[in-house]
C-alpha cells in the first residue's frame, strides 16, 4: 500500500518524525566531536567562558603548534603506526590461512574451534594482562614495539580470522573447482583466485583491526615506559603545575590522530558495503 497516496497527512508525520530521529542521533553522536574540534582551537583562558561566550572566542592554531612540535607526540605517532601496521599485517596473514580451512574445509573440531575464537575475541583485557605482562617481560619485549605486536594480536587475530571466515563461506565453489581442473594447488588457490576476490573483505578487516589497534591504550600504557604510544602520550599530558589541565593541546592531538582514522574510513567505504562477489563468476 501507497501510503503517500491513499494518507498523505500520515505520510508526512512519519518521514517528519523520521528526520527528527535521525537529527537527534546525529547531534548525540557528532556533538562531543563537534565540542572537542572548537576546544582545540581556543586558547587557555577561554575555557572558563559560557558556552555562548566560548563558542564566539577568537580561533587559534596554538594548540597545533604546540602538539605537533611535541617530540614526544612525534615519536608516539611513529610507535602507534609502526605497532598497528605490524599487528595487522600479521593478523590478515595469519587469518587468511585460518579463515581459509575453517570456511573450506571439514576437520573433527572445527565447530568447537569458531566457538573458542569466538570467545577469545570476546575477553577482556585485563583478565589476560598479568600473565600477558609477565611473558613479554620473560622475552626481553618490555617497552618494545615487538611486544606491543605481540599482545596486539590477542584480540586482532581472533577477530580477524572470526570475520574472514564469513566471507570465505559466500565465496562461490565454482572458483576453486575451475582453478582445481586448470592444475592450481591449494596454496595458489588462496593466493591467486580467493585473495583477490577476498581483497574488500580484508581492506575492512585491516581497517577495523588497524583502529583497534591505533586506540588501544591499556596494554600500551602497561608494556611500555619510554616507547608510548599516542594514547599514552595524550594521557600522560600536564599543565604547568598540577592544578593545570591543558584541554586545549589534549584536544588537538586526539583531532590530529583521529582525522586520518576517518579519512581511512572515507576511502574505503566502497569496499566496506561493496559485494565480495560480484563480477566474480559469469553466468
Known sequence: MDLKRTNPALYLVQRTLFYLLVTAIAAYLLLPFFWAVLTSFRRSSDLGLTPDKFITAPWTLVNYQLVLANPSFQKGLLFSLMVAIGSVAISLLIGSFAAYALGRFRFRGKQMI???????????????LGGLFTLIRSAGL???????????LIFTIPFTVWVLTSF???IPGELEEAALVDGASPLQTLFLVLFPVMMPALVTTGLLA???CWNEYLFALTFTSSNRTVPVVIGNYSGATQFDQPWGPIMAASIVVTV???????VFQRNIVSGLTAGAVKG
Open 168 to 170: 570465505v563461506r559466500d
Open 260 to 266: 586520518p582514522l576517518i579519512i581511512l574510513v572515507l
Open 114 to 128: 569458531m566457538y573458542i575464537i569466538l570467545a577469545v575475541s570476546v575477553f577482556p583485557q585485563i583478565a589476560v
Open 210 to 212: 588497524f583502529i583497534n
Open 142 to 152: 618490555f617497552n618494545n614495539p615487538a611486544g606491543l605486536i605481540l599482545s596486539y
